[in-house]
């Protein structure tokens, strides 16, 4: 069964360097989204995405983050600078056209 | 605007015993409706929806839910727990669109023997 996968599984990175997170969607899948999770609170939404734009973003997706798809397989989140407060684990989805959301297993960022 | 309460961060039920999950909604349009379950280092997967139509809906693992507009409530429940259902367990919001997506704070179901 097809499934939304990411790389890297745990990412750790020093306080104001650029992170890549890398999120391979479902084929023909055309809606993307990215959350996140902060150890032991709830899943907060980022920001979603389609044909090739931003749709929705939430207050968190400051100017710091940026999404792309770069080859049209692959949706990216980048976060310029992070931030000790960025330490999550960031979520990738998709949709389909009968609207069911499909999640990756996520990337664990740890910023020290 | 648009939020979800879900009552109880731990639920603890017996194996074969009732589950009940509680998730109340707020929003301003009419809302689209999702109970997700989370298992320990993994993504979130999707149990039911609801959109439109029926409002007892019926999910994977023999969950269900009713969307109950009066009340703004779509309880989760299952009439007989299993041990693989112990989980984290999210309930979320979306309008029409799908563009956004509110999720409750979850909530932990420990199933004991």
């Known amino acids: 069964e097809p499934e939304v996968t990411q790389t890297p599984s745990h990412q750790v990175t020093q306080m104001g360097q650029e992170v890549i997170l890398r999120c391979v969607p479902i084929s023909n899948h055309l809606y993307f989204y990215w959350y996140r999770q902060i150890l032991g609170q709830k899943v907060e939404f980022l920001v979603s995405f389609y044909n090739n734009e931003i749709s929705e973003k939430s207050e968190i997706f400051d100017d710091q983050f940026s999404v792309e798809r770069p080859d049209g397989s692959n949706f990216t989140l980048k976060i310029r600078s992070t931030k000790l407060e960025d330490s999550a684990m960031y979520f990738c989805?998709?949709?389909?056209?009968?609207?069911?959301?499909?999640f990756g297993p996520g990337t664990r960022l740890t910023v020290t | 605007a648009q939020s979800v309460t879900q009552l109880g961060s731990h639920v603890s039920v017996s194996e074969g015993a009732l589950v009940l999950l509680r998730c109340n909604y707020s929003?301003?349009?009419?809302?689209?409706l999702f109970w997700y379950v989370q298992y320990p280092n993994q993504g979130l997967q999707l149990l039911l929806k609801?959109?439109?139509?029926?409002?007892l809906v019926k999910g994977i693992n023999g969950f269900e839910a009713e969307f109950k507009k009066s009340e703004t409530s779509f309880h989760l429940t299952k009439p007989s727990a299993h041990m693989s259902d112990a989980a984290e367990y999210f309930c979320?919001?979306?309008?029409?669109?799908?563009?956004?997506?509110?999720f409750g704070s979850g909530t932990k179901l420990n199933v004991k023997p």
């Open positions: 929003s301003s349009v009419p809302p689209y």
């Open positions: 609801y959109t439109t139509g029926a409002t």
């Open positions: 989805a998709d949709r389909d056209r009968a609207d069911e959301q499909y």
């Open positions: 979320a919001v979306s309008q029409y669109n799908f563009n956004k997506f509110y």
